[in-house]
């Protein structure tokens, strides 16, 4: 058993989940690569700090570790990688807080 819960060493089983699913996969496959398209409007170096950012709110310790990677081969700096980091956290908060007047409205209208 492994002494941490997310190494890279676990993506390998992801072929496992491709083999022994496979059409089900390749919906999958099909979606992921929207986030590698090289003819998009936005250019790869943001369209991996926007994965990053999603990443960093969904806590995907397996994203975070591929999507940091790639913005870094496609030339984003440390301190890009940190501001996406904290524009992240800053949007979850926010999330957490609107939440928080919902759960306001919701007590005012409860009987």
Do not use: N, W
């Not at 998009?40 to 310790?61: H, N």
Request: with cysteine; net charge neutral.
């Amino acid at each position: 058993m492994s002494t941490h819960y997310a190494e890279h060493a676990d993506l390998q089983h992801v072929a496992d989940l491709q083999q022994l699913a496979p059409k089900d996969f390749a919906g999958f496959a099909a979606l992921d690569a929207i986030v590698g398209r090289k003819d998009g409007a936005i250019p790869q170096k943001y369209r991996e700090l926007l994965a990053l950012a999603v990443a960093c709110t969904t806590q995907c310790p397996y994203c975070l570790d591929v999507h940091t990677g790639k913005a870094k081969k496609a030339g984003a700096t440390r301190e890009e990688i940190a501001e996406t980091a904290l524009i992240a956290s800053a949007l979850r908060a926010g999330a957490a807080v609107t939440h928080g007047a919902l759960a306001l409205k919701l007590f005012d209208a409860a009987p």
